[in-house]
């Protein structure tokens, strides 16, 4: 089975600017969650949808923002970006969304804001 | 919120040594689960620990969960160079929140 795929790998934008970042998850899987990484705040959960609807948020504000399709697929948006929104983006994938269901991480985004 | 801290958050060892990683949340966890990722990589699930004071090994690596079900542990025997990493701990929330709260993780170098 193909891995989680994530596009783009690198991204270089300017402050202001939005971006869109996307994620196909392991064939079969309904649930993806993103995950920002940064060195200080190491990983930290942004939102986890699962058969189009989110069913858990994380604590970034309303810029930060996602969505997912009927083939599982999911985007994540962030608008207006700032200097402290660089960082490594994570989309994992998981069967179900369930307390003791294992993510299955892609390679990320990494996304440097300018 | 839960809070889930692990120390060391840095170990440097030379290869042959032995390595523990510790993890403690501030409210008992359901599960818990431990991922390693390669310096450049994404986090690789490792293995999940359900029951109280469980104890699983996968090779060199010996993994527990505590009595109470709040802290565990994760211990290499023997490191070597293939160690290398970062090693994180994940628990789930509580209630209908539960999302995985990731620790900082411990970064293991092994020195050849």
């Known amino acids: 089975k193909a891995g989680v795929t994530q596009t783009p790998r690198y991204l270089i934008k300017t402050r202001g600017q939005q971006v869109t970042l996307s994620c196909s998850p392991i064939s079969g899987h309904r649930s993806v969650s993103w995950y920002q990484q940064t060195p200080g705040q190491g990983l930290q959960f942004l939102f986890e949808?699962?058969?189009?609807?989110?069913?858990n948020k994380g604590n970034f504000p309303g810029r930060f923002s996602g969505r997912q399709f009927s083939n599982s697929r999911s985007e994540m948006n962030v608008s207006t970006l700032e200097l402290g929104d660089s960082a490594l983006y994570l989309c994992?994938?998981?069967?179900?969304?369930?307390?003791?269901?294992?993510?299955?991480f892609g390679p990320g985004t990494r996304l440097t804001v300018l | 919120g839960q809070q889930v801290m692990q120390i060391p958050q840095y170990q440097h060892v030379q290869e042959g040594e032995d390595f523990t990683t510790y993890c403690n949340s501030s409210?008992?966890?359901?599960?818990i689960q431990w991922y390693k990722q390669r310096p450049g990589g994404h986090p690789v699930f490792l293995i999940q620990?359900?029951?109280?004071?469980e104890v699983k090994k996968q090779k060199r690596l010996t993994f527990q969960f505590g009595e109470a079900k709040k802290n565990s542990s994760l211990h290499i025997t023997a490191t070597q160079t293939t160690d290398v990493g970062t090693y994180f701990c994940a628990g789930p929330g509580g209630g209908s929140n539960y999302k995985l709260t990731f620790g900082k993780g411990t970064l293991l170098t092994v020195n050849p």
């Open positions: 620990l359900v029951k109280s004071g």
């Open positions: 409210t008992t966890l359901s599960n």
């Open positions: 949808y699962f058969s189009e609807t989110q069913r």
């Open positions: 994992a994938s998981s069967l179900t969304s369930g307390r003791a269901d294992t993510q299955y």
